[in-house]
C-alpha cells in the first residue's frame, strides 16, 4: 500500500517543545494515532485524534489534524529526557485490512540535556 | 491488570524449523493482529483475526501461518518457508477502531 511518510529523525533540547510530522495516505481514515516505542519494547498509545477534530490536547501532548493536506503533528510541550524514543504515526485505512493499522516508519527523538 | 503477553521475549530458529510465537490478551477484544517490525522501519501486517476461527493474510503473510481457536490467543507460527525471519514480532488486539493494545513483542533470531 502507499506510505505514511514522517521524517526519521529529531533533535531538541530538554525543556523545548518537540513537533514531529506526520502525512497519512487515506483521507477516509477515521483515526489517527501516535505511538511511541522505547528501545526493544512494544507500542504505547501516546494519543489519537477522531478525524472531524482538528486538535486534540492531552496534558504535555497537542495533536494537530489538517484533512485537507492529510498531515498530521504531535506536540510534546517541555520535552524530558525520558521522551527520547521512537513516534509512530498510523492511521485506520479504509482498505480490506479490517481495524488493522497502517504506519509510518517512525520518528527517532533524541533529547538532549 | 488487563494487557496482552506475548512469550518468549527472545526467540532462536534453526533452519528448516518452525517456530510459535505465543500471544494472549485478557481485554476481551474480538479483534488480534500480528505485525512484523524490521530495524528502521514501520509495522507490516502479517495476519489478522476479527473474531474467533476466522482471521485472513496482511501485506506479508507468505511463510507464517495462525490459529484462533479461542478468543484469547493469537499464536503465529513462522515456518521454513520464511527464509528471512530475523525480527522483532508484535501483536496486538482491539475493539474496533478503538485503539490497539500491543504486547512487548517477541525478537526472533536465526541460529
Known amino acids: 500500500g502507499e506510505d505514511v511518510e514522517q521524517s526519521l529523525f529529531l533533535s531538541v533540547r530538554e525543556g523545548d517543545s518537540s513537533v514531529i510530522n506526520c502525512t497519512y495516505t487515506?483521507?477516509?481514515?477515521?483515526?489517527l494515532y501516535w505511538y511511541k516505542q522505547e528501545p526493544g519494547a512494544g507500542l504505547q498509545l501516546l494519543t489519537y485524534i477522531f478525524s472531524n477534530m482538528d486538535m486534540k490536547q492531552d496534558q504535555r501532548l497537542t495533536v494537530l489534524l489538517n484533512k485537507k493536506d492529510k498531515h498530521l503533528s504531535l506536540r510534546i510541550a517541555d520535552t524530558q529526557t525520558g521522551d527520547s524514543a521512537i513516534y509512530f504515526c498510523a492511521e485506520t485505512p479504509n482498505s480490506n485490512s479490517g481495524y488493522a493499522l497502517n504506519f509510518g516508519k517512525g520518528t527517532s527523538l533524541l533529547v538532549t540535556p | 491488570d488487563g494487557g496482552i503477553t506475548q512469550s518468549p521475549k527472545y526467540l532462536f530458529r534453526k533452519e528448516g524449523q518452525n517456530v510459535t510465537l505465543s500471544c494472549e490478551q485478557n481485554l476481551n477484544h474480538d479483534a488480534m493482529y500480528w505485525y512484523r517490525q524490521d530495524p528502521g522501519q514501520g509495522l507490516r501486517l502479517i495476519y489478522y483475526s476479527q473474531i474467533v476461527n476466522d482471521f485472513q493474510k496482511g501485506d506479508i503473510a507468505e511463510g507464517y501461518s495462525v490459529s484462533r481457536e479461542k478468543k484469547e490467543s493469537f499464536p503465529l507460527t513462522v515456518t521454513s518457508a520464511q527464509k528471512n525471519p530475523t525480527a522483532f514480532y508484535l501483536c496486538?488486539?482491539?475493539?474496533?477502531?478503538?485503539?490497539?493494545?500491543f504486547g512487548d513483542g517477541t525478537r526472533l533470531s536465526i541460529l
Open positions: 487515506d483521507s477516509s481514515s477515521t483515526y
Open positions: 496486538a488486539s482491539s475493539w474496533g477502531y478503538q485503539p490497539q493494545h
